[in-house]
């Protein structure tokens, strides 16, 4: 009974979400989405700011970065769509013809829980956040949102699989910040203000 009021709740939030159409945000959307290269550039300049921050010991911290998107990237994709089996909803049969695909067919994998694109964004988002301080790296985390909602924009995933998808990222995130910290503590303190 919960679990049908949730799932029903989350049907009418993707619906509404997903309505906000028109070939602009299609364009936006599909940029968002699928650009590798700006994601590509984002990693790049993280990794740069983190050497000139940590200098011999950035290292240390960029391997901890690659093992919280591995982690995510993994729990999300091998793990927790295969066994959850929900399907994405460009694939559910009730809705196909109250889906915005921005001009596209239903691509990709069959089921969308949890949102690989939102655990992944928000995995990097929390570890550089936690790892490079300020304000500006919050800048971090308006850049997975909108990566997340051009999810459901293009009927990836429902707004459920974004928020687990973002709940597990900023998780694994924090968690390789923390091992980071006692790395920094235990064996880098020394060198490092």
């Not at 679990?3 to 940029?31: A, G, R, V, W, Y």
């Not at 968002?32 to 921050?53: A, E, P, R, W």
């Not at 990222?169 to 880098?188: P, V």
Request: charged fraction near 15%; charge should be positive.
């Amino acid at each position: 009974m919960i679990l049908e009021s949730l799932n029903s709740l989350d049907t009418q939030l993707f619906l509404f979400l997903n309505s906000f159409h028109n070939p602009i945000f299609d364009k936006i959307m599909l940029f968002l989405s699928y650009n590798k290269v700006l994601m590509g550039i984002l990693v790049l300049f993280l990794f740069t700011q983190t050497i000139l921050k940590f200098r011999k010991y950035s290292l240390a911290a960029i391997i901890l970065a690659i093992i919280a998107f591995g982690l995510s990237d993994s729990i999300s994709s091998r793990i927790l769509k295969p066994g959850f089996e929900r399907l994405r909803p460009c694939h559910q049969e009730a809705l196909k013809d109250k889906v915005h695909l921005a001009g596209k067919n239903c691509w990709g994998g069959k089921y969308g829980f949890v949102s690989s694109h939102a655990s992944n964004s928000f995995a990097l988002a929390s570890f550089f956040f936690f790892l490079l301080g300020g304000n500006w790296y919050g800048l971090l985390f308006i850049h997975a949102g909108l990566v997340s909602y051009s999810r459901i924009y293009l009927a990836k995933h429902f707004p459920g699989d974004i928020i687990a998808g973002a709940i597990l990222g900023i998780l694994l995130g924090y968690l390789c910040f923390k091992i980071w910290s006692f790395l920094k503590t235990k064996y880098f303190l020394s060198d490092l203000k």
